[in-house]
């Protein structure tokens, strides 16, 4: 390997992990006919395979099948005996399934001609890593090493489990608290909750999901709340004891709790412990987020940085938006002509039900376009009327009255994300609301709601 003063690099470019966005611009820039190396010291697909996306995704899909069973009567369904959920049966599944997902990334790295350097990387300087005794000189390095579960410290904190831990408890919780406000509180409360357990779900603030629109906010806080997840806004946790039943949590707010898990979902923040880019003076904004410009590049331009770790959308597409831009700004002949453009980024919440949007909230629409018009369909979804279940669907969207393009849309309801994912080419495009009117639906649907709201609710 090289010595730290020569002038000959090994590599084109030397990635720091193998999660969505590392890999993403390994493979690309590999593409492109550089020389890359990619390193990685835990497990290959990074948060969103292995500890984020999938896992949780899978599981959100066993936790509806609650319902499912629910439903059926009404349809004809009769099950001989009660269905009985087996939490070892899920988690086991579960890690055969990420195991077959991590073969897929070392085979697409090495089909792509990326090596793969299994290890903790440590930057020694602009152009210079150390994996272990080997040191690797690189003319770009790439820093794509995600995020990492922050808990806040407060007596008993060490009982309380990450969201790294979540997907393997040794045993199913029967009475779970969930510890934060965010996608991963809300989504794992209804997630234990539709599997069988006591759910709560503790806030500090007084309604979750900061910076969603407050109608979105509102109405999944009330079929949540429908569904059994017992809420617990402007309070926190104060202190959490063992006991002879298993945890015992007492609140800010005198309240005390026995369950048998408390998962803190407070946030994750960049991975950077131990790689060395304080020593560099890689420059980090307030939030301890790695600061970078258009090109990706940070204070010391050989270095540049992707992902969770510079503080954007911390969503996996935006990661992998985020490398293929990356490599065309420094690997390919004709770079973009512009920024990457991060408005009408598309997300959703796996809660249940679901959460689907794109765009403006209305709150941030009467402050950027001024006179709006925002058109709602609140309803209880055509399955639902045999099915006996009370769930109801919100669909809504906002529009700028001057232009009449569509600035925002969002839905709360059943398979929300993929009914959104459709609707936010149609925003991302600038389409205007006649536009939707002229669309024919597709019927009998809850989407088709999206074409058929024709009276404003409120202007």
Known sequence: MSELDSTTHDWDLFVIGA?????????????????????????????????????????SYAAHFHDAFEDAGGFGWHLPEPPRFDW???????????????????????????????????????????????IHSAEKILVAVGGWPWLPEFPGSDLALNSNDIFDLAEFPKRFLVLGGGYIAVEFAS??????????LIYRGELFLRGFDQEVREFTRDQMAERGVQLHFETNIERIDKSEEGLRVTLTDGQTLEVDAVLAATGRRPHLEGLGLDTLGVALDDSGHIRVNERFET????????????????????????????VRCHFEETPPAAPLDYRHIPTAVFCHPNIGTVGLSEEQ???????????????????????GSSERCLMKLIIDDASDVVVG????????????????????????????DATVGIHPTGAEEFVTMRTPTRR
Request: proline share 3%; net charge neutral; with cysteine.
């Open 409 to 436: 849309a969002h839905m709360v309801g059943e398979e929300a994300g993929e009914v959104i994912q459709g609707i936010a080419i149609a925003v991302k495009a600038g389409l205007t609301k006649a536009e939707f």
């Open 191 to 200: 997630i234990f909750n539709g599997l069988g357990s006591e759910t709560h």
């Open 299 to 326: 204070s010391v331009p050989s270095i540049l940085a992707l992902g969770d770790v510079i503080g954007g959308p911390e969503l996996t597409p935006v990661a992998l938006a985020e490398a293929m831009h990356l």
């Open 365 to 387: 629409a009467r402050e950027q376009c001024g006179e709006i018009r925002v058109y709602t369909a609140n309803f209880r979804p055509m399955k639902h009327t045999l099915s």
């Open 88 to 134: 070892p049966t899920l988690r086991d599944n579960k890690i055969g399934e990420i195991k077959r997902l991590n073969g897929i990334y070392a085979r697409l790295l090495d089909g792509a001609g990326v090596s793969l350097i299994n290890g903790r990387a440590r930057v020694l300087d602009a152009h210079h890593v150390a994996v272990g005794d080997e």
């Open 19 to 59: 999660g969505s966005g590392g890999v993403r611009a390994a493979r690309t820039a590999a593409a492109a006919g550089a020389r890359v190396a990619i390193a990685e010291d835990r497990y290959l697909g990074g948060t969103c395979v292995n500890v984020g996306c999938v896992p949780k995704k899978l599981y």
